[in-house]
């Protein structure tokens, strides 16, 4: 049974830090990409960055690019989301998910999807 489990959410304030972690099992991930999504109140769920497991390759929305970055950790069956100078418009449920592609629209080529951690950046 594949379970894909977030942690590391919480309270930050504005221009904060926080890194989110992804703990995954059930299946040989190898062969999936690995992706962190995020659904803010009243909005839908959008793509926040992605991972190859294998290659590493890694792709982010413009929105975070160049403040979150993702990796992952082969020998644990991790994936990492780090979140640096957080801002008010990062308040979302964090979700990991995992699918043997990314695709642009939901769901988004995913197969797996975790339950979610809480991120609220206050101001």
């Known amino acids: 049974q594949v379970q894909l489990v977030e942690s590391g959410g919480g309270l930050v304030q504005v221009g904060g830090s926080l890194r989110l972690s992804c703990a995954a099992s059930g299946r040989t991930f190898s062969k999936y990409v690995m992706g962190w999504f995020r659904q803010a109140p009243g909005k839908e769920r959008e793509f926040v960055a992605s991972?190859?497991?294998?290659?590493?390759?890694?792709y982010y929305a413009d929105s975070v690019k160049g403040r979150f970055t993702i990796s992952r950790d082969n020998a644990k069956n991790m994936v990492y989301l780090q979140m640096n100078s957080l801002k008010p418009e990062d308040t979302a449920v964090y979700y990991c998910?995992?699918?043997?592609?990314?695709?642009?629209?939901?769901?988004?080529?995913?197969?797996?999807w975790g339950k979610g951690t809480l991120v609220t950046v206050s101001s």
């Open positions: 998910a995992a699918g043997p592609y990314y695709q642009p629209s939901p769901p988004y080529g995913m197969d797996y």
């Open positions: 991972i190859n497991w294998s290659s590493g390759r890694t």
